[in-house]
């Protein structure tokens, strides 16, 4: 699968794709306006930075104790259930006066459903498209992610202006309810891919046998560490550019799209062995520019060039995909998800400490210096062949480098 023509064409594709582009659009107009109501009121770094990004502490409960649900309940079901946990959770920020508390609870229950909802979403694109279909579809999900945010930050700056922080948030509840109804009435009615029932017992077994493998855990290291930096230093776009933060996250958003845009449809299945590395270092080192305070529009066009760096994740994904078990290919994907989450948000949170006690851009140069020195540190192992040897993979699924 070559095309995207082919792969839209593929049945329960369009649905899928539409109801994970509504989510991202609605996670992106609502944490831009959290952020922003939360630094007004504190006029810190690190709370704002929090806001945006701490949910993602959840993810890491949500990996230890919810993943084995993702291929042990119906996808249906869960997805459209999921986003309406989304769209009530996001009007209920949207009440004026709400205790701190309160806050803080419905924005870890959000981030516990997100651990499972990237792991059904991906599980069930596993499932729905060809084995050759994998990489493409992804990339078209990753772009879609570039697009949604760069239509959601600027969609969100319009609606803070015309409507409010808190009005914003509504309009983001109602595209997760959206979200709700093109899943339900899109999907086709699945069943789990792995018998058993979901437990936190299984989730734990299942992630210990995804983590035994070698292979397996550096590319797991891969995708977390060095991109949770990055995202920390994303972070920081408010106290660096208050009037101006959702111009930067828009140009990153388009420098991510460029990247998977390149890397799903024109890049020969030959060359992503050789590019994954400098892709990863390309991610990270030209946020050291920072530190010469740079203009706005410098700003953005370093923040783009640098989130061009964000497609080797794709590479490392497929990888991922190529040395792992199909019945546990949902919860693979979930705990490369939650942990991509959890690391940006221990990223944001030692961004907003460092941006705290020195500057912002202070902030970024340290968390992009931090993402080189994880780079460089992992590669010698990522330069190895694929565990062909691993007894829980099938055979007709090794080899990642010699796939086309």
Known sequence: MRTYRELFRTPE???????????VAATTVSGLALGTLVYAATGSPLLSALSMFGPSFAQVLGAMALLSAADRMPPRATTTGLALVFGLGTAALAIPGLPPWALSLIVMVQGLAA????????????????????????????????VQQILGFAVGGMLMTALSPRGALLTAAALHLLAAAVARLGLSARPPRATGRPSVRQTWRTNGRLWSSGPRRRIYLAL???????????????????????????????????????VGRLVPPQWRDRIGGPLRL???????????????????????LASVGYSASLLLTERLMAITPTEMSGQALGLQSSGVLTLQGVGAALAGTIAQLTSPTTGM???????????????????????TGAPDVPARRIGYGART
């Open 115 to 146: 651990s499972l909802g990237g792991a059904v979403r991906f599980g069930l694109l596993n499932e729905i498209l060809p084995e050759d279909g994998y990489l493409l579809g992804r990339s078209v999900f990753n772009m879609s992610v570039g």
């Open 282 to 304: 390309l991610l990270a080192a030209p946020y050291l520019i920072f530190l010469l305070h740079p203009p706005l529009p410098a700003a953005a066009a370093v923040v783009a």
């Open 224 to 262: 977390w560490v060095p991109n949770g930096l990055i995202v920390g230093c994303e972070s920081l776009y408010v106290p660096y550019a208050p009037e101006h933060a959702g111009l930067l996250f828009a140009a990153a958003a388009f420098g991510m799209l460029v990247g998977d845009t390149a």
């Open 365 to 387: 140069a340290v968390m992009a210096a931090a993402s080189i020195t994880v780079t460089l540190a992992l590669e010698p192992g990522l330069r190895t062949a694929p565990d």
């Open 13 to 23: 594709f369009t649905p899928l794709f539409t109801t994970a582009s509504l989510q």
